[in-house]
Structure formats: C-alpha cells, structure tokens
C-alpha cells in the first residue's frame, strides 16, 4: 500500500511540475519579449537619451527573464528526478537574483537604510552559503540526491 502511495505521489508531483514547466516558458517568453521591446525602443530613440530610470526598467526586465529561466530550470530538475546540491545552487542563485534586482530598480530616496542593510544582509548570507555549496562540491563527487 505505501509503495502505492509513493508510486502515485511520484506522478502526482510529476504532472504538476510539467505543467508548471509549461507555465514558466510562457513566463520566460514573455518577460523576454518585454525586455526585448524596451530594448528596442531605446535603440529606435523612443526615448529621449536613456535615463537612470530606464536603465532601471532595462535592467528589471533582463533579470526578470533570468529568474524565470533558473526557475524554470529548478522544475525541470524536479520533473526529471534530479535533486540535491545542483538543485539548492539554483535556488540559492534565483534568491540572489531576485535581491540584486530589488537593489538595482528601488529608488534610494524613497526606502530606509535599515531595508538596504537587510538586503545587504541578504546578499551576504546566500552568497555565503552558496560560496560553501561550492568549497563542498569542490572536487564535483558531492551525491546528486
């Protein structure tokens, strides 16, 4: 009955994770297509010269498709079996994606120091236990599961 149990948690989580992955190929189309769009039109001149703000945008759209591109990589782990360190890099590595893109489009005027420390903070604490991830897997014989 367990072996039950586990077969059918196994294709549940399977079919999930596929639809998920289908999910995000629209997510990264999408967010590629945006950053591509803005792109063009600071190259076509629809902007009057390029200011911080849109550098801003450029930049906010540019890591938002790498983050969809690694989360989607993170499921394709999942629908293919394969977990363990190479799966916790990812994560690791989308969280700090997504903090370098929160300190990259927030507006310094208009937080606190204290939520710029926090992300500092962060920064340095999955850069540090990615740094560790990595002086584990250094000779690359770290088990896959």
């Known amino acids: 009955?367990?072996?039950f149990i586990d077969i059918a948690?196994?294709?549940f989580a399977a079919a999930i994770s596929t639809l998920l992955l289908a999910g995000m190929a629209i997510v990264i189309l999408v967010a590629t297509f945006s950053f591509l769009r803005l792109t063009g039109e600071v190259l076509t001149g629809a902007f009057a010269g390029t200011s911080y703000a849109t550098l801003q945008r450029?930049?906010?759209g540019l890591l938002g498709a790498i983050i969809a591109l690694e989360l989607a990589h993170s499921v394709h782990l999942m629908v293919t079996g394969q977990r363990g360190f190479g799966q916790v890099r990812i994560v690791l590595v989308i969280g700090i994606l997504a903090v370098v893109r929160k300190l990259i489009v927030v507006e310094l005027e208009a937080v606190s120091g204290l939520l710029l420390l926090g992300l500092a903070a962060a920064v340095i604490a999955l850069g540090g236990i990615y740094a560790?991830?990595?002086w584990m897997d250094r000779d690359g014989k770290m088990p896959k599961d």
Do not use: G, V
């Open 1 to 3: 009955m367990i072996r």
């Open 9 to 11: 948690y196994e294709r």
């Open 58 to 60: 450029l930049f906010d």
């Open 132 to 134: 560790l991830l990595i």
